[in-house]
């Protein structure tokens, strides 16, 4: 039931959810608070995606819009819904990505968090004058669903060649190397 | 006895590879069985980055951490099968299982077969942070493999730098230590993770959630050309994701490098890959074949995974969709 209504929410979010499921969903919304909290976290997210976030914000807004992302990754890997708003959450919260990305695959290829009900806090009004131009924060980059399957791909196949005996700790090397992927793509 | 000097130099031959062979064999048990602590150099890709390695058998088993002393410091744990990663950048730890290792079987059974498409040899003798070596290559005899070359330690037998060549010798990945300690004990806590991992998002492999992966049919889809030597020696439909279809995954070896052919069997998205990929020496070719999403990986050069990737075809009479 959650989830179902977890994938309204991303849909809402997404402009995809029907007119008369938008009121139910809007009526529910206003009685559950948790629910309330899912979905200002994910308009935070949404916005920051879309570069929608006010020319001049705080810091500690910024490290909320990240700790929703990590969170909000994390849960929706095994989450039915939320789709598209997961399609969007993961490039952002891998930002140094491909690593991240491959070492979850080298482990298992599906994960679990530890502690779902841990919800980071969000949408609180700025409380200090250190403001900073949202211009200066690193734009997130969005890069082709593509390069997360190719990542896991890279790693399982690790887990198969004969000869990574050979190298010792080299492909665990290959892990935690940065930045290192290249292309050339048609 | 005019054959004598032939037959003399065909089995001073097979000596000689055996003898490398030797090398190999002694560098892996070394590389699994010793305590050593070392900080070493990975060059790929024209970057170079240092790591420090610990490793440690003992009563518990092998014990080993990885950490990265450039950029993030990002670490790895191995308690045997147990692996920890911690990666600040993403704060993040990932704890699972890895895969059995076998131990390398740097003698193979099939060493008639790999000799038709290498060269193994003791090229000489070099001296590596401070250890004298000798150096084992592995010389590919067409441009559908990489080759290798290895600096192992006289004494302990291990390796001291480790290089993956392409067609002109030159090197792609290089992996050399640069400060290495040998044999001495190991103080716990050096096994330990610099980082806590407070504040960050644990992940945890759920194996009761895991994937089932199914070895039981034959695969629905084939490799039409393949570099000579190559078989198929495993076959998978495992799903990569809990929300994904299936994948069929093919493993071609030669009995030294590995190809791993991945077919998805869902329909391929608007987003597909196509075209050239990689890591290091890792090269990826992905093409759509009948709908489906192909990729290709491996250990390869390009040439290898691109010739596969364009030549993979449904099984005649075999159900792809």
Not at chain 1, 24 to 35: F, I, K, M, P, S
Not at chain 1, 162 to 186: E, Q, T, W
Request: glycine share 6%; aromatic share 6%.
């Amino acid at each position: 039931m959650k989830d179902r209504l977890h994938e309204q929410l991303s849909a809402l979010i997404d402009d995809e959810l029907a007119e008369p499921e938008q009121a139910l969903l809007a009526r529910r919304v206003g009685t559950d608070a948790e629910l309330h909290r899912r979905l200002a976290r994910y308009q935070l997210i949404s916005d920051a995606m879309r570069n929608q976030l006010p020319d001049r914000i705080d810091p500690a807004f910024t490290a909320r819009v990240q700790a929703a992302v990590r969170d909000e990754s994390t849960q929706t890997s095994s989450m039915p819904g939320s789709r598209r708003l997961a399609a969007l959450l993961k490039p952002v919260a891998g930002l140094a990505v491909a690593a991240s990305v491959a070492v979850v695959a080298v482990l298992s290829l599906q994960s679990v968090r530890e502690d779902p009900a841990a919800l980071p806090a969000v949408a609180s009004a700025p409380s200090s004058a250190d403001f900073i131009r949202a211009d200066n924060t690193p734009a997130p980059t969005i890069r082709p669903r593509t390069d997360k399957n190719l990542d896991i791909y890279l790693v399982n196949h690790n887990e198969y060649a004969v000869n990574r005996g050979m190298h010792g700790m080299l492909p665990y090397a290959r892990i935690i190397s940065h930045d290192m992927s290249r292309d050339s793509r048609d | 006895m005019r054959w004598l000097p032939v037959l003399l130099l065909v089995a001073g031959s097979a000596v000689a590879q055996e003898t490398a062979w030797q090398w190999l064999d002694d560098m892996a048990s070394a590389v699994q069985g010793l305590n050593y602590d070392g900080t070493f150099v990975y060059l790929h890709d024209d970057k170079l980055e240092a790591m420090r390695i610990i490793h440690q058998l003992g009563d518990t088993g092998e014990r080993e951490r990885l950490v990265a002393l450039t950029g993030s410091a990002r670490e790895v744990l191995r308690n045997n099968k147990l692996v920890t990663c911690i990666m600040p950048d993403s704060k993040s730890v990932m704890v699972g299982q890895s895969r059995p290792q076998p131990p390398f079987p740097v003698v193979p059974d099939n060493l008639g077969s790999l000799e038709k498409y290498y060269r193994i040899e003791i090229i000489g003798d070099d001296r590596i942070a401070g250890y004298l070596t000798r150096v084992i290559a592995i010389t590919p005899k067409d441009s559908y493999r990489y080759g290798y070359r290895f600096w192992i330690d006289k004494e302990s037998k291990m390796f001291l730098r480790s290089d993956l060549t392409g067609n002109d010798s030159r090197p792609i990945e290089q992996v050399m230590f640069t400060r290495l300690g040998i044999g001495g004990p190991i103080a716990d806590s050096e096994l330990q993770p610099s980082l806590t991992g407070d504040g960050y998002a644990w992940y945890h492999q759920d194996n009761s959630k895991a994937a089932p992966e199914s070895t039981g049919n034959n695969p629905r889809w084939i490799v039409r050309r393949l570099p000579a030597g190559f078989d198929l020696t495993n076959y998978q439909l495992k799903r990569m994701h809990p929300d994904s279809d299936a994948t069929e995954h093919l493993v071609y070896s030669d009995g030294l490098a590995t190809v791993s052919v991945y077919v998805e069997t869902g329909a391929v998205g608007a987003d597909a890959f196509r075209g050239l990929s990689g890591k290091g020496a890792m090269n990826a070719f992905g093409a759509v074949v009948d709908g489906h999403q192909v990729t290709v990986v491996g250990e390869v050069p390009a040439v290898t995974v691109e010739m596969m990737a364009s030549s993979v075809v449904a099984r005649s009479g075999g159900r792809h969709d």
